[in-house]
């Protein structure tokens, strides 16, 4: 009954949840094993793990270039039809991101980790979960707007049409879930407890993506989808709210807004700051409930640990 009373208090109850079961692995078993130190993953399998998943993109990349050289395709992106580059990118990101998978599970076994590394239950498909997360990451785009003023423009050819649209909402879910929340985040969550494993997690989701946009952009969405996946247990639900968020961003690029800001779009200013007042609470709140959750999981796991 105890071990019950437990698992019902691991999910955040202030906002719409499933009841969060912290995996029987996950308790940091540092403060038992002095040799735990040395296990995977340490900061150094981090930045490795960084340069694998990075390094098959350009790798895939450059061969696909050459190939296409030695063959006498243009490499052009200016010069060739949306729908060609589409299904050229779409071609390159599936080969690139097979290969960096690949390459980290070969890497994580090498290392000496072990044991499931992709967790999937039916509690992620909670549609109140679902629509909690949707709105808070939609309200993260709105809060970040003004220090996205301040950076580069987002530069991106991803080409138009039906290949794009796969890459996008199919691929790069699957892909980038499987990589950022499946095997980072677990395997940082067993060493070192759920608190770190969902910051770090979320900082290798939002450098894996490169300009300094995406790279903030990917590190606050990512602390939802990571909490998220922590509550659920599911990659399921971060995979249906990633597909979500690349079919808004798809829609933003063929209608040529992919650079608008919502201050852009909402006539009237005093409109704008009342929805981005909204967009802060939502954004604050939530952040809270989020952080409290997790450190109850994180005092659940280190009395799992003791016990």
């Not at 785009?141 to 039906?162: C, K, W, Y």
């Amino acid at each position: 009954m105890e071990d019950k009373r437990l698992e019902e208090r691991g999910a955040m109850p202030e906002v719409p949840h499933t009841e969060a079961q912290p995996h029987a692995d996950a308790a940091p078993a540092a403060e038992k094993r002095p040799e735990s130190r040395r296990r995977f993953p340490t900061t150094g399998d981090l930045f490795a793990m960084l340069g694998i998943a990075l390094g098959a993109q350009v790798v895939v990349g450059l061969l696909g270039m050459l190939f296409s050289l030695f063959a006498g395709y243009s490499w052009d992106f200016n010069t060739m039809e949306p729908q060609a580059v589409g299904k050229l990118v779409a071609a390159l990101y599936f080969v690139s991101m097979s290969v960096a998978l690949g390459g980290l599970l070969w890497y994580r076994r090498a290392r000496g980790g072990r044991g499931r590394w992709a967790r999937f239950s039916l509690r992620g498909l909670d549609p109140a979960m679902l629509l909690w997360a949707f709105v808070m990451m939609c309200a993260v785009g709105v809060v970040l707007e003004p220090l996205f003023v301040l950076l580069p423009e987002l530069q991106i050819q991803v080409g138009r049409g039906f290949w794009t649209i796969l890459s996008l909402v199919l691929f790069a879910p699957v892909f980038e879930e499987l990589i950022c929340r499946g095997l980072v985040l677990g395997s940082l969550r067993a060493r070192y407890g759920v608190t770190i494993a969902w910051v770090v997690s979320s900082l290798f989701f939002g450098v894996l993506h490169g300009q300094p946009v995406q790279v903030i952009n990917g590190f606050v969405v990512g602390l939802v989808l990571g909490y998220v996946y922590i509550a659920t247990d599911s990659l399921w639900a971060t995979m249906i709210l990633h597909a979500l968020n690349n079919a808004v961003a798809y829609l933003m690029l063929a209608t040529g807004h992919e650079n608008t800001l919502l201050i852009d779009l909402i006539p009237g200013r005093a409109l704008y700051v009342a929805v981005y007042v909204v967009a802060l609470a939502v954004f604050v709140i939530s952040g809270y409930m989020m952080w409290r959750a997790l450190q109850r999981m994180k005092a659940e796991e280190k009395n799992r640990a003791g016990a």
